[in-house]
């Protein structure tokens, strides 16, 4: 069961998540889009830059490759260059474009399915080796990748 203490969501573990209040329906909902987890497992304000740009901090990784794709209206592998890095664990997605990426686990992936990122968010997922990811568009968008192992 959570708790709402002012701005802040305390959950049954008694770890503080981020809240918003929505004054339309009247309740508090989870909002981790201006969070990120800490290494404790705390939500932190991201923090940025006057720009908006938000700073990413990628600590501990053995290789690291950067890119870009071009995502379109059919389904693409997010992935730097011919294969994805071997033994990667960690892949950061920012949307460089004026629209949102949707991202999959398959090449099935459309914008009705996929999860959306929306232009200049910055998405980390911690995955498997094994799993791959997928991205499409409503319109051409660039993508920007970090990967790691």
């Known amino acids: 069961m959570a708790q709402y203490v002012d701005d802040l969501n305390i959950d049954g573990t008694g770890k503080v998540t981020p809240a918003r209040y929505d004054a339309t329906a009247d309740t508090w909902m989870m909002d981790s889009s201006n969070y990120v987890k800490n290494p404790s497992g705390n939500w932190i304000p991201a923090q940025g830059t006057e720009s ?4 990413v901090s990628v600590v501990g990784a053995k290789n690291i490759e950067i890119g870009t794709i071009n995502v379109g209206t059919s389904a693409i592998e997010i992935k730097v260059g011919e294969t994805t890095l071997a033994s990667r664990k960690r892949v950061i997605l920012r949307v460089m474009g004026d629209d949102a990426v949707f991202i999959g686990k398959a090449n099935t992936v459309t914008i009705s ?9 910055t998405f980390v997922f911690d995955l498997e080796s094994t799993v791959r990811l997928y991205a499409v568009a409503s319109s051409a968008q660039k993508l920007s990748i ?4």
């Not at 908006?52 to 700073?55: C, F, I, L, V």
């Not at 399915?113 to 968010?121: D, K, L, R, T, V």
């Open 146 to 149: 970090i990967e790691t192992n």
């Open 113 to 121: 399915n996929g999860f959306p990122i929306m232009p200049g968010e």
């Open 52 to 55: 908006g740009d938000t700073k």
